[in-house]
């Protein structure tokens, strides 16, 4: 039996769950066998009025995107590949948040199924299982003026691939990798959705701060020895606008905004 045969996603079945538990992310649901990207089908749906909480699911992506231009690797029938429309009453000044605000429900979606504290949030936009990268974010803004006309937060999660090509084998992992009993990807889904419709709802009503404090208990950084554009230094923390506090090996404190980081100790 194959994992497709074992784990095939039943778009009706998720919309009528995603109905009853009353989320209010998730729906219209469009369920595609096959995409180049998720984030782009998100978009083409976006500019034709597709409203806040719409949701772009795909079993494979022939050209699923990272961030900085890498390829996000997308086989068919064994992991989560979707985005989601946000249409947010903010300023875009303010919405540089919204990746560690989606990373968190991902993590706290994905911590349900393993063990909880091996999840971690890798400024800005990676989710650790056990230090290996489980899922990563890629948000994008279409903005009008001062203000984001929408966001497409696109989430790729490795829930059953066992095997990872060569150049992210010794830095990739899965959730069936970390758990003990069989996983099912709307299940997976359904957790994740739960999250992020309570996190961007207190995003909207509170801002950043409110979500601090559970940010920063799943921070994979603090402490850590970390390399950035800045050059290489302590990472001492996130800050309540979403950077990242990073002592540098010559004194002085930066706050990186943008840009990568990688743990080097
Ligand atoms: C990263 O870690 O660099 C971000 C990866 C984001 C991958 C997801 S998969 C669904 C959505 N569609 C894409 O093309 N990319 C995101």
Redesign the pocket.
């Known amino acids: 039996m194959t994992v497709e045969d074992v784990d095939a996603l039943d778009p009706a079945r998720l919309e009528s769950q995603i109905r009853d538990r009353g989320l209010r992310l998730g729906t219209p649901l469009t369920w595609l066998a096959e995409?180049?990207?998720?984030?782009?089908e998100?978009n083409r749906m976006a500019a034709k009025g597709a409203p806040h909480g719409a949701l772009v699911v795909?079993d494979m992506?022939r050209?699923?995107?990272?961030?900085?231009g890498?390829t996000?690797h997308?086989p068919a029938g064994c992991?989560?590949?979707?985005?989601l429309l946000l249409r947010p009453d903010r300023p875009v000044g303010e919405l540089a948040p919204i990746t560690l605000v989606a990373g968190l429900a991902v993590a706290d979606g994905v911590a349900k199924f393993v063990s909880p504290h091996e999840v971690h949030l890798k400024w800005p936009?990676?989710v650790l299982l056990s230090g290996r990268?489980v899922?990563?974010?890629?948000v994008e803004a279409s903005t009008t003026g001062q203000q984001a006309s929408h966001l497409?937060v696109?989430?790729?999660?490795n829930v059953l691939q066992r095997t990872f090509d060569a150049d992210i084998e010794a830095t990739a992992t899965s959730m069936a990798q970390h758990s003990s009993t069989s996983l099912v990807r709307s299940e997976v889904l359904l957790a994740v959705l739960e999250h992020l419709t309570r996190h961007t709802e207190q995003f909207a009503r509170d801002g950043f701060v409110g979500l601090l404090d559970a940010v920063r208990r799943r921070d994979a950084t603090a402490g850590r020895e970390v390399r950035g554009a800045a050059g290489v230094g302590t990472a001492e923390g996130i800050e309540p606008d979403g950077r990242l506090r990073v002592r540098l090996r010559r004194g002085e404190s930066v706050l990186v905004g943008t840009g990568e980081i990688d743990i080097v100790g």
């Open positions: 995409v180049g990207s998720t984030n782009d998100a795909a992506q050209a699923g995107r990272g961030r900085t890498r996000w997308s992991n989560l590949y979707f985005s936009n990676d990268k899922a990563g974010i890629l497409i696109g989430v790729g999660i």
